[in-house]
């Protein structure tokens, strides 16, 4: 600013050169004939101008700003509780993934095991069944093998008695020939 | 007369009658002055209205206008004062809006600059330092004599420090007044020397032009930036009185 005050009193003699025939000589700001009006009409309008703000401009704009203040700190107090509200109900859901995941796991297993015993008692049973109808059998063998046995021990001591009968006369018993096929 | 000049540039400073007007024999005609000060304030007015006519949650561009100035202001006033200038805000605000539209109107061509004129700021300097005494003093009783005497100085330097701070304190008026209308005064009056050189230098007025429309950016800047060095040192010398130990 200086350098233009600097400049200013340079030029101020030019243009006091081309203001020759001015009725005052000197700045329009030093006339003290116009102090009056200026002041009177900067009261005026400054006046009119601090009312217009004071009571018009302010208060509106103060509650616009707060308004929108206070909505903008709602929102995102509202968005916070959203957000909460969502990552309670994704537990909610996780907690119960589980909870059913475990019942399903129980499940599986207990019916894993009713299935392993019921295979157990019927395996079991099944080899009694199997036990009993070999001994069975077993017997039954034993027994024809008796019989055959002696069907063939009798059929023996026939063919002999018939043999013997075609070249001996005395016939042994049956005692005797068994006695002496042993 | 100087109208008959086209290149005298303290002719734009020259206030004329529009309307005769007397209160108890003293002059008070409506002049060009009081015109342009109508202006600036039908100025503020008007960007207010219309930026408070429609007002939403999402601004339009003369709400985000208005708002912006209203922040700006709040700002300042809350950084250099705090709480306690609340109170005074309204006052601030129009000081700021009133000087920012006298400067920024008396850049356009073939008009009147208020604030070139010393009786207008001399007149807004007085009443901030009449005020802001008066605050002092309800605020502090006469506690407030100690912005004369900083704290933590030895006192055999009383002596010397009192005297510059008293008249350090009682040339805040001054300063702040001279301040605002030399650099209009000065400002608006290059401009119009440099504009008649471009008159008078016919075909090689292009030069004085260039360093015309640079000059000219530069006040525009000026005007704004002096009316916030006004606001501000307002906020300052307010600040020294409700807060007189720092």
């Known amino acids: 600013m200086k350098f233009f005050l600097k400049i200013f009193i340079f030029v101020l003699p030019l243009s006091e050169a081309y203001a020759e025939g001015q009725k005052s000589a000197g700045l329009p700001q030093m006339d003290i004939s116009t102090f009056p009006s200026q002041l009177f009409w900067l009261i005026v309008t400054f006046t009119a101008l601090y009312l217009f703000m004071w009571k018009f401009v302010i208060p509106r704009l103060s509650t616009t700003i707060e308004e929108r203040k206070d909505k903008i700190s709602n929102d995102i107090n509202e968005a916070e509780n959203l957000n909460s509200e969502a990552s309670k109900i994704l537990e909610n859901y996780d907690d119960k993934m589980n909870s059913a995941s475990l019942e399903s796991n129980e499940i599986v297993s207990s019916s894993k095991a009713t299935m392993n015993e019921y295979l157990d008692k019927l395996k079991k049973d099944n080899e009694i069944k199997i036990n009993a109808m070999i001994t069975e059998s077993e017997k039954k063998i034993h027994q024809q093998k008796q019989q055959s046995e002696q069907e063939i021990k009798k059929a023996t001591i026939d063919t002999i008695k018939s043999i013997v009968s075609k070249y001996v006369e005395t016939v042994p018993s049956d005692d005797e020939i068994s006695k002496k096929l042993n | ?246």
């Open chain 2, 1 to 246: 007369m100087a109208a008959d000049n086209p290149i005298d540039p303290i002719h734009q400073f020259e206030i004329s009658k529009i309307a005769e007007m007397q209160i108890a024999g003293i002059d008070i005609s409506f002049t060009n002055s009081s015109l342009f000060m109508v202006f600036a304030i039908a100025a503020t007015m008007t960007l207010f209205i219309l930026g408070l006519s429609k007002r939403s949650i999402i601004p339009n561009r003369m709400q985000m206008l208005s708002e912006l100035s209203y922040n700006f202001i709040a700002n300042m006033l809350r950084d250099q004062v705090g709480d306690q200038g609340r109170a005074y805000f309204p006052f601030i605000f129009s000081l700021f809006m009133f000087i920012f539209f006298c400067n920024f109107i008396g850049l356009i061509p073939y008009t009147f600059t208020v604030t070139s004129h010393l009786i207008v700021t001399f007149a807004f300097a007085g009443l901030i330092f009449l005020a802001v005494t008066l605050i002092g003093f309800m605020k502090n009783g006469l506690g407030y004599l100690r912005i004369f005497y900083p704290s933590g100085i030895p006192i055999f330097l009383a002596p010397l420090i009192v005297p510059i701070e008293i008249i350090s304190y009682l040339s805040k008026p001054i300063s702040l007044s001279v301040r605002l209308c030399a650099n209009m005064l000065a400002g608006h009056s290059i401009l119009k020397i440099f504009a008649g050189f471009i008159v008078m230098l016919g075909f090689l007025g292009f030069a004085p032009l260039i360093f015309l429309v640079v000059l000219y950016a530069l006040e525009t800047l000026i005007a704004a930036l002096q009316a916030y060095i006004f606001t501000i040192l307002t906020c300052i010398y307010l600040n020294d009185a409700l807060h007189p130990d720092h």
